[in-house]
């Protein structure tokens, strides 16, 4: 059964950093690229950065040159690495892998708050 | 990057059809049949209904059926169960891997 668990969410203050881990199983993680997809309260879906086998790391415009994803294949596990926070980024982040340029499979979700 | 763009809420009843309209662009929707929808129950993660434009991934009943025409992208879903209330989204590859959603559609069956 594939499974995406993320954790690593909180509460920052403006201009502070977190990071966010997803741990991956029932699947061989390092075949599949990996995404970040945000909800901020009450709101609709918005892709925020994207890792594949080989390709580069690829970012949404409003977190561009902020966010930084990564991926260690060895562990099973996707990161997202966030500084210079903003309250526009208070959201729920979701790990969600890629198939077919399409998202199949999603975390429940780790919750951060950017608040002061 | 600008969102796709869906209608805010559609209704239907039970046993009815309703189609989701999702507008975009040459760049994304046009440019690409990697047009995905979504269905979101409240408080719980999206699902994939849809993705290729056409295509059902394991588990999800031909009920839910996908098109494309230009630069619009739709969701039919016929047969409408009490189940199927929920918000769904779509979302299409834009190139160099990224990707853009619609803003949400509410699905209210009365």
């Known amino acids: 059964e594939v499974q995406l668990v993320e954790s690593g969410g909180g509460l920052v203050q403006p201009g502070g950093s977190l990071r966010l881990s997803c741990a991956a199983s029932g699947f061989i993680f390092s075949d599949y690229p990996m995404n970040w997809v945000r909800q901020a309260p009450g709101k609709g879906l918005e892709w925020v950065s994207h890792i594949g086998q080989t390709d580069g790391p690829t970012y949404g415009d409003s977190v561009k040159g902020r966010f930084t994803i990564s991926r260690d294949n060895a562990k099973n596990s996707l990161f997202l690495q966030m500084s210079s926070l903003r309250d526009e980024d208070t959201a729920v982040y979701y790990c969600v892998r890629d198939l077919h340029f399409a998202f199949d499979f999603w975390g429940h979700g780790t919750v951060v708050t950017v608040s002061s | 990057q600008s969102a796709l763009t869906q209608p805010r809420s559609v209704s239907g009843s039970p046993g009815q059809s309703v189609t989701i309209s999702c507008s975009g662009t040459?760049?994304?929707?046009?440019?690409?049949?990697?047009v995905s929808w979504y269905q979101q129950h409240p408080g719980n993660a999206p699902k994939l209904m849809l993705y290729?434009?056409?295509k059902w991934p394991s588990g999800v009943p031909d009920r839910f059926s996908g098109s494309k025409s230009g630069n619009t992208a739709s969701l039919t879903i016929s047969g409408l169960q009490a189940e199927d209330e929920a918000d769904y989204y779509c979302?299409?590859?834009?190139?160099?891997?990224?990707?853009?959603f619609g803003g949400g559609t509410k699905l209210t069956v009365l």
């Open positions: 290729e434009v056409t």
């Open positions: 979302c299409s590859y834009a190139g160099s891997f990224t990707w853009v």
């Open positions: 040459s760049s994304d929707v046009g440019g690409y049949n990697y």
